[in-house]
């Protein structure tokens, strides 16, 4: 995610060479054991069980472990796409619990032992567009989030869910500045929420999550740009009204509660009918809906689009 002041710097061409050539620094041997301590490798992460998915999954090639946990946004560990990775360790995860409460029957509270165990886990492979205009093929693994409404029985009057992250300012360096309103919040429509792509993600490439990419458990939303997709989730609660999400909060002009992955309208600031694939040279053409149009079109029939953006 860029705010008003570095969008442009991300976008422009010398930064994706700056890009490459410290991707070409950091794989030298000289960074190589300062890099295994920041959780970076997928061998020093424990193993997760899971059947593959087929019907949800794109077969596009997915992006690199070192791709995926090296270019990031994650602003309570740092703004630059870099520093959630050098930032990692600062993500304390011990303990960890989701707490799924509001307009409920039965509201619950999931050690992150009980959510791995409760739910059958699914590798589910997403193209991921970020609203930078770059995007990235990720092997996730997680469930539908809608076992959990199944679980939790939401009431008549529950008409959105709202997600918040982790409040850690003693411990995470992005959250010693007001650079957002932290924590960091993100909302879905019920219809939304229920549909069967919409998945609450435990980790990626076989095993937990990394802390760069939301660990211990995060969402994922492939039809939104990736703003949507919020990390490293204590709470998730329903409610009777559309919810704050962070960045609509932050700029509502330029960035909406519905945030679809949309070529056809604009960023404010920059056009959304392209994207660079990360590590790909050249763009491809951004489709509607980020390609999940067929699973989600119905979720917006008879909606303007360029309104609810
Ligand atoms: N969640 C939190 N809590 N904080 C963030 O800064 N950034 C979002 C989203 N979730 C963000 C977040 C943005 S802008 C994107 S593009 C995706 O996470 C990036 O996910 P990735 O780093 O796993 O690719």
Redesign the pocket.
């Known amino acids: 995610?860029s705010n008003k002041y570095n969008l442009d710097k991300e976008n422009s061409i010398t930064d994706e060479i700056y890009f490459r050539n410290r991707r070409k620094i950091m794989s030298s041997s000289l960074v190589i054991p300062f890099l295994l301590n920041s959780s970076l490798f997928a061998s020093t992460r424990k193993n997760l069980p899971f059947i593959k998915d087929t019907e949800f999954s794109t077969n596009e090639q997915t992006n690199t472990i070192k791709q995926?946990t090296s270019y990031?946004?994650?602003?309570?560990l740092g703004s630059g796409k870099r520093d959630?990775m050098f930032n990692s360790d600062k993500l304390k995860t011990d303990e960890w619990t989701l707490t799924i409460d509001g307009l409920v029957e039965k509201p619950l509270v999931l050690s992150m032992d009980d959510l791995i165990k409760r739910y059958q886990l699914e590798e589910r492979i997403y193209r991921?567009r970020?609203?930078e205009a770059w995007s990235?093929v990720?092997p996730w693994i997680g469930f539908e989030l809608r076992h959990i409404l199944k679980e939790v029985k939401p009431l008549y009057n529950a008409k959105y869910v709202s997600f918040e992250?982790i409040l850690d300012p003693v411990n995470l360096p992005g959250q010693k500045r007001n650079v957002l309103n932290w924590p960091?919040r993100e909302g879905l429509r019920m219809d939304e929420a229920l549909n069967p792509l919409t998945l609450i993600s435990v980790g990626l490439y076989g095993k937990v999550m990394p802390n760069?990419?939301?660990a211990p458990v995060?969402l994922i939303v492939p039809w939104k740009y990736?703003?949507k997709?919020?990390?490293?989730i204590v709470k998730i609660s329903f409610v009777e009204d559309e919810p704050i999400c962070t960045w609509n909060q932050q700029a509502p002009d330029e960035y909406g509660f519905y945030s679809n992955v949309n070529p056809y309208v604009d960023h404010p600031r920059w056009s959304q009918k392209r994207e660079r694939r990360i590590g790909e040279f050249g763009k491809r053409d951004t489709l509607l809906f980020n390609g999940y149009s067929k699973f989600v079109n119905n979720l917006y029939t008879g909606m303007d689009l360029e309104k609810f953006f």
Do not use: A, D, T, W
Not at 72 to 76: A, D, H, I, L, T
Not at 229 to 232: D, E, L, P, R
């Open positions: 995610m995926i990031n946004n994650f602003y309570e959630p991921l970020c609203v990235m990720v992250s960091y760069q990419n939301g995060r990736g703003f997709s919020i990390k490293s």
